[in-house]
C-alpha cells in the first residue's frame, strides 16, 4: 500500500512558476514508477509526466520545455517544476505510482491506467 500526499497547487499568473510535491508514504517498491497527471473540466486525463526507477524522463509534448518532473529518492518525493505555466495548464494535478512491470524492468510511464494508487490532486489556475 501507499499513500500520496501532493501539495504546492495554487493560482498564478500567466508566465509564472509553480512547484509541485508528492510525499510517498508505506511500501517504497510501489512507488518506484510514479507519475503526474492532469485533469480540467470536461477534459480527458492527460499523463504529463512520469520517471521510472532509472530516473528516465517522459514528458508530454504540451508540457515539454516547460515543466520538469524530479525524484528525490531518499526522501520518497516526487516533484513537478511549471515554468512558463499557461492558462490551458489550469487544472486538477495528481500524482501517482505503482511497481515496475516484467521483473522490475517497465514501468508504464505516462499510461495512466496502469497506475494503481493515486494522491487526492491539487489544483493549479493560470490566470491570463
Known amino acids: 500500500q501507499v499513500q500520496l500526499v501532493e501539495s504546492g497547487g495554487g493560482s498564478v499568473q500567466a508566465g509564472g512558476s509553480l512547484r509541485l510535491s508528492c510525499a510517498a508514504f508505506?511500501?517504497?517498491?510501489?512507488?518506484?514508477?510514479m507519475g503526474w497527471f492532469r485533469q480540467a473540466p470536461g477534459k480527458e486525463r492527460e499523463g504529463v509526466a512520469a520517471?521510472?526507477?532509472?530516473?528516465?524522463?517522459s514528458t508530454a509534448d504540451s508540457v515539454k520545455g516547460r515543466f520538469t518532473i524530479s525524484k528525490d529518492n531518499a526522501k520518497n518525493t516526487l516533484y513537478l517544476q511549471m515554468n512558463s505555466l499557461k492558462p490551458e495548464d489550469t487544472a486538477m494535478y495528481y500524482c501517482?505510482?505503482?511497481?515496475?512491470?516484467?521483473?522490475?524492468?517497465?514501468?508504464?510511464?505516462?499510461?495512466?491506467?496502469?497506475?494503481?494508487?493515486w494522491g487526492q490532486g491539487t489544483q493549479v489556475t493560470v490566470s491570463s
Open positions: 501517482a505510482s505503482t511497481w515496475p512491470r516484467y521483473a522490475g524492468t517497465w514501468c508504464p510511464r505516462r499510461q495512466g491506467s496502469e497506475y494503481n494508487y
Open positions: 508505506g511500501d517504497t517498491y510501489s512507488s518506484y514508477c
Open positions: 520517471i521510472d526507477m532509472d530516473g528516465s524522463t
